[in-house]
């Protein structure tokens, strides 16, 4: 169910924050594999990603797992569903601006790769709009024999005709970059092509970029990410192009990034973003000067990212504060700083507040649009919406736009040419919208709802709280049948994601609705420590050795349900992927009494060895390092792979994972169950072939994964002859 709550929190979430912020200082990569090791561990062989014995393993591991689940008699009606939420053809068509147009990258039965299509704001507007195909990604595999799977277009160059498309061979994070035509639904003859690498690429103007990646075998991150920044020109050969910024191989996070920010204005910056460790970045500026680049350091915090830019400044968020001589702005703030003065003075920027939380207030996403910036901010996990102008004097004022209560709101893009931004809405029950800002007028609309894709007419939300072990009152949501018996049998799936400052808010989720609860299940969402539900402090209170709390938050909610009368160990599943999934296994090894059903997906599972597996050394700023004893000791004693004890009576868990997983990587999953299967203790493992860090490559592999789990729930969960 990576589809759903739990698997927005990935570790994808972690990465796109991480090109900006997050936080404490890496200690070195861990050394290779040693004799030693092959001793002491004898799963070592399965990290071997490709190699023909470990892929003889995985079809082998399937085979079991799909004879089990596949033909439980639950199977084919959630896996029909599953398609059938999938696939649905009056899902929302997500938009974001282009040159006064609106693009949507949109997925179906008979788009199984997708097209990317475009309409304008008007024709968006109405029941049915009316789409131009611009791209169609099944076509142009076909065309090419290639497993093309969509990942990002970069359109910021000043006439917004011409793109930059990243397109990825199976879903993995390495990309190829092709430049494309928006006009012409063509790509560029002799145009902008990056060959395939982990890459990132920002437009300096139309016939220049600015590209990082690995310009020659080696030159790559312990994690695996470039370092070396350069420019490149139209019709240079990418061998050519000339070096404008170089950070070090030891660099921690997600590489080095150059990023372009532009106004409605047509002010640009451009940024040159370097992770000292997974949370803590330094950001450059470039700017040209006598035929050469000039890259000079800004003075802002090493743990800030800048978000966007309106009225010539440049609109920062803080994860630590900010103290200038002109001004202190704390922690989890807006703040924003005049891109010219920077530009000649980059030491000295004279930062204003644009926006300064309360103790319950963090900030969600936010956009800009020609003259305002749109954000969500979070009051005690429950969606707010504001704009923010900068008035004559250089000082920001705020106005709170309607929405309505109880919902999550995601400020998903603005009109840089316009007023309009575009605001997804959502619950648990309600079905996702989008809404239009006017943030001239601070009026909002909603434009974009669907039909109810299941039932949810039986059913409530409550918000409660659980006192963690050093009494900490730790927020849950808990989505359950009206009327429910408080017996302690009622189904329940709890999860987290608990890392990264990465907020869980209340979510329309089909396939949890449609698989789950339609069926009488109840869902618990737990704000635990490590996010950012209350900003930086409440992400920085579970960093390194003090991650036990994050763990403890967890099994706290669960207590607090099985208190209540919830449910019951016998009755309580959890889920959670990636980082969740590190959480999952945790809780499978210190807390096996708790649960009846584990569900671990896409997970790190081996914290002694996790920096040497594919980008795990760019995560060492939120878990501690192996190299600091302090540390290691630790992630010795958390450690899901080496808590593993013969004897102990673990639930059953479903352990799945992608082969082309290239951050997180399927060699834990592989290990995990390989060390189970030796202590002959029961497991279900599942390996998708495709699909990158997720749960496949298209609509119908994730249906298919997402059917099994949702089977395998049911197996462990549901009293006999029900669902």
Not at 112 to 124: D, E, K, M, P, Q
Not at 202 to 225: C, I, Q
Not at 293 to 316: E, F, S
Request: contains cysteine.
């Amino acid at each position: 169910m990576i589809r759903s709550i739990a698997r927005l929190a990935l570790l994808t979430v972690a990465l796109a924050r991480a090109v900006a912020a997050q936080g404490s200082a890496a200690g070195p990569a861990a050394a290779a594999p040693t004799v030693a090791d092959s001793t002491a561990d004898p799963n070592l062989w399965l990290e071997d990603q490709y190699g023909p014995r470990a892929m003889a393993w995985v079809h082998a591991e399937n085979a079991k797992t799909t004879a089990v689940l596949e033909q439980d008699p639950r199977f084919a009606r959630l896996h029909r569903d599953a398609l059938a939420v999938a696939q649905a053809r009056d899902r929302i068509p997500f938009a974001r601006f282009l040159n006064g147009q609106l693009y949507n990258f949109w997925q179906d039965s008979a788009h199984v790769r997708g097209i990317w299509r475009r309409t304008s704001l008007a024709s968006y507007r109405t029941p049915s709009p009316r789409w131009t195909t611009v791209l169609d990604l099944d076509s142009l595999a076909r065309a090419e024999h290639a497993n093309w799977v969509w990942k990002f277009a970069d359109c910021v160059e000043p006439s917004e005709r011409r793109c930059l498309l990243a397109l990825s061979d199976g879903g993995e994070d390495a990309v190829t970059v092709r430049e494309f035509d928006v006009t012409t639904g063509a790509f560029v003859p002799n145009g902008f092509v990056l060959p395939r690498g982990k890459q990132r690429v920002a437009w300096v103007g139309e016939d220049t970029v600015l590209v990082s990646r690995e310009w020659t075998p080696g030159e790559l991150t312990a994690s695996g990410y470039p370092f070396i920044v350069k420019r490149l020109a139209r019709g240079q050969p990418v061998a050519s192009a000339v070096e404008v910024f170089r950070g070090t191989a030891q660099d921690g996070g997600y590489g080095v990034s150059p990023e372009t920010f532009v106004d409605g204005a047509g002010h640009r910056a451009v940024v040159i973003t370097r992770p000292l460790n997974t949370f803590e970045f330094e950001k450059y500026l470039v700017r040209a000067g006598n035929g050469a680049d000039v890259v000079a350091k800004l003075a802002i915090p090493l743990k800030a990212r800048p978000v966007a830019m309106v009225d010539g400044q440049v609109v920062v968020q803080l994860s630590e504060a900010w103290n200038a001589r002109a001004a202190s702005i704390r922690t989890g703030s807006l703040a924003a700083f005049d891109a010219a003065r920077a530009a000649s003075d980059p030491a000295h920027l004279a930062p204003v507040a644009v926006f300064e939380p309360g103790p319950r207030e963090s900030l969600g996403n936010g956009a800009a649009t020609r003259d305002r910036f749109v954000a969500s901010v979070y009051e005690n996990v429950r969606g707010r919406v504001f704009r923010f102008a900068r008035a004559a004097d250089g000082s920001w004022t705020r106005e709170r736009i309607p929405f309505p209560d109880n919902r999550a709101t995601d400020v998903t893009d603005g009109d840089l040419h316009g007023d309009a931004a575009f605001v997804d809405v959502t619950g648990f029950l309600t079905p996702s919208g989008v809404w239009v800002v006017d943030a001239r007028r601070g009026a909002a609309a909603v434009v974009k709802t669907v039909a109810a894709k299941f039932d949810a007419s039986r059913d409530t939300v409550e918000q409660r709280e659980a006192a963690s072990s050093d009494g900490t009152r730790v927020p849950y949501f808990v989505v359950h049948r009206k009327g429910m018996a408080l017996d302690g049998t009622n189904p329940t799936i709890l999860t987290a994601y608990g890392g990264f400052e990465v907020s869980n808010t209340p979510q329309y989720t089909p396939i949890l609705g449609k698989l789950w609860l339609e069926h009488g299940g109840v869902f618990v969402l737990a704000n635990i420590r490590g996010g950012g539900e209350f900003g930086p402090a409440w992400h920085e209170a579970g960093l390194r050795t003090h991650r036990q709390i994050i763990y403890d938050d967890f099994a706290a909610v669960a207590r607090d349900l099985i208190a209540r009368r919830v449910t019951s160990p016998r009755r309580l599943g959890i889920m959670g992927g990636s980082n969740g999934g590190l959480l999952m296994g945790v809780e499978l090894t210190q807390h096996p009494e708790l649960w009846a059903a584990v569900d671990i997906q896409v997970p790190l599972l081996d914290m002694l060895r996790f920096e040497q597996i594919d980008a795990g050394s760019s995560w060492v700023g939120e878990y501690g390092s192996v190299s600091n004893p302090a540390e290691r000791a630790f992630l010795a004693s958390i450690s899901p792979y080496q808590s593993l004890k013969a004897g102990v009576h673990y639930p059953t868990p479903f352990i799945w994972t992608t082969t082309k997983d290239d951050r997180v990587g399927p060699q834990h999953a592989r290990k995990f169950a390989a060390k189970l299967a030796a202590m002959g203790d029961p497991y279900l493992f599942y390996e998708v072939t495709e699909g990158g860090h997720g749960a496949g490559a298209n609509l119908r592999q994730e249906a298919h994964t997402e059917a099994l789990e949702y089977t395998y729930f049911s197996r462990q969960l549901m009293p006999e002859g029900t669902q």
